[in-house]
């Protein structure tokens, strides 16, 4: 007897054979792009290639957690730690001093919103400045975070604003919508 599939069956099919293409494009550049970048390295010094994914991994954001719909992925200090190479005693100083963006979870494990940073790691331009606003409001880290990271009408977060340079605009919304939290 043939096996006869449904139309819903036939779209999975079809999106998951989408997934795959994209997946395997997306391999391919990365391998392509850790080719060429591993020509100047003594591969001796990097490892086992499975200890070097692992490091790779952990300098990953992390997600999936509940709050990431409005928050987006995160990376863990020691994530930060491996990608940026610097301590977690330097790491939690620039969160302390408003420079990095820090969140505790509900089991206390503090986690960075991965949009503060660009792909090379640098912070949002201003992310102190603006921070330090919504700090006249609340001070809710995780009002902060979904507050820049959540879409406008025209589908653009503050964070992106702030990205692209418009900053004074975000300063001045930040404080308007700081003022209005405390009067709640």
């Given amino acids: 007897m043939a096996n006869v599939l449904t139309e819903k069956q036939k779209n999975q099919r079809k999106q998951n054979n989408q997934k795959q293409i994209e ?9 392509d792009s850790l080719d060429s970048r591993l020509l100047e390295y003594d591969l001796s010094l990097l490892g ?4 070097l994914a692992d490091v790779m991994i952990a300098a990953l954001p992390s997600v999936g957690a509940a709050w990431s719909s409005t928050v987006g992925p995160v990376y863990t200090s020691k994530g930060l730690q491996n990608w940026l190479g610097i301590s977690r005693q330097a790491i939690s100083q620039k969160a302390q001093e408003g420079h990095y ?3 505790r979870t509900a089991d ?18 201003h992310l102190k400045d603006v921070l330090s606003e919504l700090a006249k409001g609340t001070d809710d880290a995780w009002m902060w975070a979904a507050w820049l990271n959540t879409p406008d009408k025209d589908g653009v977060t503050h964070a992106d604003t702030l990205r692209h340079g418009n900053w004074e605009s975000i300063c001045e919304l930040a404080r308007e919508d700081a003022a209005a939290w405390r009067e709640q």
Avoid: H, K, M, T
């Avoid at 086992?48 to 200890?51: A, N, T």
């Fill in 23 to 31: 997946r395997n494009d997306y391999w391919r550049r990365l391998v």
């Fill in 48 to 51: 086992s290639p499975e200890g």
């Fill in 101 to 103: 963006l820090r969140l």
């Fill in 108 to 125: 206390g494990v503090f986690v960075f919103p991965s949009f503060q940073f660009n792909e090379s790691g640098q912070r949002l331009p």
